[in-house]
């Protein structure tokens, strides 16, 4: 009697151990991510997971997006990820994006994958007239594109 007590009481103890988790999806310009996420995380443990499965060390330029009702809003590092005006609804979905660009890309993005992501995210934008490009620099830029390209396949 005193072992089925002593072995329910540890199962017990088990189940309220287990973290309650929720699922999140995290789209950057060329993937999808998805993680679970302990419901006591803040922005920051979302975003340094984030960080960490991307390879990126440098992270000051980036941030988690997300939108309600038509207004787009950024995950706040100290606030817990579910006491944003988000969705409840799973999985949660944020994007992952350039928040601040630099003034010198050139000299200041140092890694390979922050001149990938940056490289998407102003190649979309471009396209879908979010900033403008005089025509000029648009023929200058596909030719970096497509250099960069055949330069990755040989």
Known sequence: MAGAIASRMSFSSLKRKQPK???????????????????????????????????????WFFGLQYTIKDTVAWLKMDKKVLDHDVSKEEPVTFHFLAKFYPENAEEELVQEITQHLFFLQVKKQIL?????????ASVLLA??????????ES
């Open 143 to 152: 030719s970096y594109a497509v250099q960069a390209k055949l330069s990755l």
């Open 21 to 59: 988790t929720f699922t999140v999806r995290i789209v950057t310009m060329d993937a999808e991510m998805e993680f679970n996420c302990e419901m006591k995380w803040k922005g920051k443990d979302l975003f340094d997971l984030v960080c960490r499965t991307l390879g990126l060390r440098e992270t």
């Open 128 to 136: 879908d007239e979010k900033i403008y490009c005089p025509p000029e």
